[in-house]
């Protein structure tokens, strides 16, 4: 699964799989060559790849559950909620949490 995000930059939108290690400029916005994550460039890219794997394995499994005649509906949007929610959480975690 492709996950889209927007340079604080230039405000340009991209997929994470743009600026991977496998892109022209690795850890650069594609748009206007900003380097993104400058204090943890060295995780960026496995952070990227495990973000897009990881999310490719939600929709499968969820694909596979809601193809099978199981006798109940997932809720998607509840789904997607609590994943916005979780993420946002982590977030605002990580960005409160003291830097040595």
Partial sequence: ????AN???CGRTFLLSQ???DSDAPGRCPFCGARFARHYASVLME?????????????H??????????GFQI???GVLSTLA???RAHDVHES???RA
Avoid: F, N, W, Y
């Fill in 85 to 87: 929610t979780q993420v």
């Fill in 7 to 9: 340079c604080e930059t």
């Fill in 75 to 77: 809720d998607i949007e």
């Fill in 19 to 21: 600026i991977g290690s």
């Fill in 96 to 98: 409160s949490t003291p």
């Fill in 61 to 70: 499994a969820l694909g596979r559950l809601q193809a099978m005649e199981t």
């Fill in 1 to 4: 699964m492709k996950i889209e």
């Fill in 47 to 59: 952070a990227v790849h495990d973000a897009e794997v990881a999310a490719a394995r939600a929709v």
